[in-house]
């Protein structure tokens, strides 16, 4: 392990990211991204790193100035948070969880059979969040108190429109739904889109907020998890309005979803209009060649695939992230991360390594 792990110093710049989601150029050095870093690898960076702990235990004040002092410590402008309070009952399965960095409580996984929503009775009973009253402490923390150089980035929780769709229902319900009964499908896109839609309204409300960061897994390995056709029908409709009250706010709207979404990218950048697209996987597509077909229509985000990370060696990892630059950050539009996010079974080392590689990047 390289004795200097993280010692270029990297000071926070909002606006120099913000130039990079843009395309306004080439930026001055490389700014990173993630969609979220699991909490166990927060809680093993603080150990690690000996990061200072500030405010009242148990405290939101704590929680957040902790939230700073990683991203911070890390490279990252900005914190991502959005509303809280916001609970949407789901079927659920639990198995132990084998990672290094274990989750006590186990792995959860989304029972792909039936989902709480199979019939009309069912959409008449679920007990649907109110974003009327969700609560904005994060965001309202932000306003007060985020270091000046440092944004948010809206998310967390936010825009699961496909995925609410397929969780509500069951995976294998909906594939029948589409068939037997279209009008509930309808009927349950319509009532997530509307709910996110007003949760937009509700974060674009914070000057801190920058961007909006819509995460929502369309595709698995080989296509869409529904139809194309089905898919601009019950899912993009959604993302469309909440990437135009993004963009009548003056604020980029980021899409993470994974899979193989060849048959919509034309709808996601011309129809949708997302600035950013992330989620990458060298099985499907490595981000230097979708930075080749889209870069000049949308910015492309993170791309070092996670099972890479995972099975690699440090001087691997380094060329890789040294390659990926080269081909990547030319012209902007690009920002360095996971092909996904920081799970708690990427070996943390390997992690750090990417990290450390994208500060030593000269161009």
């Known amino acids: ?45 603080v150990q690690r790193f000996d990061l ?15 939230y700073v002092a990683i991203q911070r410590f890390l490279g990252y402008d900005f914190l991502r948070c959005g509303v809280e309070a916001m609970d949407w009952p789901l079927n659920r399965v639990t198995t132990t969880d084998t990672a290094d960095l274990m989750r006590a409580p186990g792995r959860s996984y ?15 009973a679920y007990p649907w969040p109110d974003p009327d009253r969700a609560t904005t402490r994060m ?52 009532r997530i889109t509307a709910i996110y839609a007003r949760v937009m309204e509700l974060v674009l409300q914070f000057p801190r907020v920058k961007a909006t960061w819509g995460s929502d897994d369309f595709g698995h390995r080989t296509g869409t998890l529904i139809s194309p056709d089905d898919t601009r029908e019950f899912i993009l409709g959604g993302h469309r309005i909440l990437a135009r009250l993004s963009h009548e706010a003056g604020r980029p709207y980021l899409l993470h979803s994974c899979g193989n979404l060849r048959t919509i990218m034309d709808d996601l950048i ?13 099985t499907i597509e490595s981000v230097s060649d979708a930075k080749r077909t889209y870069g000049q229509q949308i910015a492309l985000l993170g791309g070092i695939d996670v099972d890479f990370l995972c099975t690699s060696d440090e001087a691997a990892i380094r060329s890789r992230v040294r390659r990926t630059l080269d081909e990547c950050m030319p012209g902007g539009g690009y920002c360095l991360g996971t092909g996904n996010s920081v799970a708690n079974y990427i070996p943390l080392d390997h992690y750090l390594i990417m990290l450390d590689e994208g500060r030593r990047w000269q161009g």
């Open 1 to 45: 392990m390289t004795p200097s792990l993280l010692d270029i110093p990297v000071t926070p710049d909002w606006e120099g990211l913000m130039q990079s989601l843009r395309r306004e150029g080439a930026p001055s050095r490389v700014h990173h991204i993630e969609l979220f870093l699991d909490p166990e690898v927060n809680d093993a960076i």
């Open 52 to 66: 200072p702990e500030r405010g009242e235990a148990g405290s939101l004040d704590r929680f957040m100035w902790r």
């Open 110 to 124: 989304i029972n792909e059979q039936r989902g709480p929503i199979t019939s009309w009775s069912e959409f008449e």
């Open 139 to 190: 965001l309202e923390w932000c306003e007060a108190n985020l270091p000046d150089d440092m944004c948010v980035i809206a998310g967390g929780g936010f825009g699961h429109i496909a995925e609410h769709l397929i969780w509500l229902m069951g995976y294998e319900t909906i594939c029948y739904a589409l068939y037997d009964d279209r009008d509930l499908v309808k009927a349950i896109s319509d």
């Open 270 to 282: 011309d129809d949708v209009q997302i600035d950013a697209k992330h989620s990458f996987e060298d």
